[in-house]
């Protein structure tokens, strides 16, 4: 799989082209929760200036070695700590009843249908 430079990412897609974007966080030591969004390319520029704040600082932590802990408990929110807007982070924050400490990984692939197969 071809590695991009996240500055070249949003030059690559058209506005108008579908994606699924794929976002995993922890939410307590290894209990990871995953969103799946789909995405227009206009979106995805969008929210880039935000995955790049979070690459950016990816050696900085927040604490105990967290990149987005948005918990209760946090010292400093990552709203704070990546220099984000109330409308940045309301749009690109995972959702987790417990909050999440970390954002794992991000991934975007073109949009295609899916099926279900299985659903309880």
Known sequence: MPTYKLMDIPFMFGENKKFRITITGDSNDADYITEVSDITGRELIGIMPIIIKIETHKN????????????????????????????????????SPWGIHSICSIKISEWVPQHTLFEE
């Not at 409308?87 to 995972?94: A, K, L, R, S």
């Open 60 to 95: 900085k932590k927040l604490s105990n070695s967290h990149n987005w802990d948005n918990r209760e408990n946090s010292k400093i929110s990552p709203q704070t700590f990546h220099n984000l807007t109330d409308e940045e982070y309301e749009n690109f924050c995972c959702h």
